[in-house]
């Protein structure tokens, strides 16, 4: 069965700010968890092992030292208990600027972790990312041809680490970071969309994948 979950208008005009969390009724086979959709969004569908997550224009997750911040990414996340590795295939941007699809770790508007595939020029994916503490920086780990239909991206707890990796063919990983974050802090971990620029963006994410455990092999993700 097909889940669609479409956001009121009045969430789209919150774009200045976070707009309200709601439950859906949709379920991923791979997560044990609740799924929830947050921030503006101009929809967001739900298969048993795929999502669709449609962000509008001026979307962004981004905390700059100077200027206002953004937290107006749609997501549909989910709260895991402990350790876990979670990863998915994400579909290739490909038009504007900055647009793409994220794995997420969110503890709050001040602390974040962002793994996105994005377009950053008009012929130039990259996977890169992003952690806000409160602060954000920006790291550009992975070149990626127009042509490479996705990239798999995958993210994991292990104690007071949340680690980083990317892989072209789901199979062999690379880790990108390791970035401190306390193990007792709670966290909402899913997917994000992005479109700064650009009028709206599909982001697209299947071959979803969750383990709640360590990490064993730290360079692997495993």
């Known amino acids: 069965m097909r889940f669609v979950i479409l956001t009121a208008l009045a969430l789209a005009a919150t774009f200045g700010g976070a707009a309200a969390a709601e439950p859906l ?3 991923l ?8 959709l947050s921030k503006a969004s101009s929809g967001a569908e739900v298969t048993r092992d795929a999502v669709l997550l ?37 579909d290739r941007p490909h038009a504007a600027d900055y647009e793409g699809g994220a794995l997420v770790v969110y503890a709050g508007a001040e602390r974040w972790v962002k793994l996105l595939f994005e377009r950053i020029n008009g012929t130039t994916n990259a996977v890169t990312s992003a952690s806000a503490a409160p ?3 920006g790291a550009y780990h992975v070149r990626v041809a127009p042509a490479m239909p996705a990239m798999w991206l995958k993210v994991a707890r292990s104690g007071g680490s949340i680690l980083l990796y990317t892989s072209a063919d789901g199979a062999d990983w690379q880790i990108l970071r390791d970035v401190p974050l306390d193990e007792a802090i709670p966290v909402s971990v899913g997917f994000a969309s992005q479109s700064p620029l650009g009028e ?6 299947n071959d979803i994948r969750f383990d709640a455990r360590k990490v064993q092999d730290y360079w692997q993700g495993r």
């Open 200 to 205: 709206r963006y599909e982001a697209a994410f």
């Open 29 to 36: 086979a791979a997560i044990p968890y609740p799924l929830t």
């Open 135 to 137: 602060v954000s920086d």
């Open 25 to 27: 009724s949709g379920r």
């Open 54 to 90: 449609t962000s509008l224009k001026g979307s962004d997750l981004y905390s700059p030292a100077k200027g206002p911040r953004a937290d107006t990414a749609p997501r549909v996340t989910f709260a895991p208990k402990g350790d876990f590795i979670f990863s998915a295939r994400v």
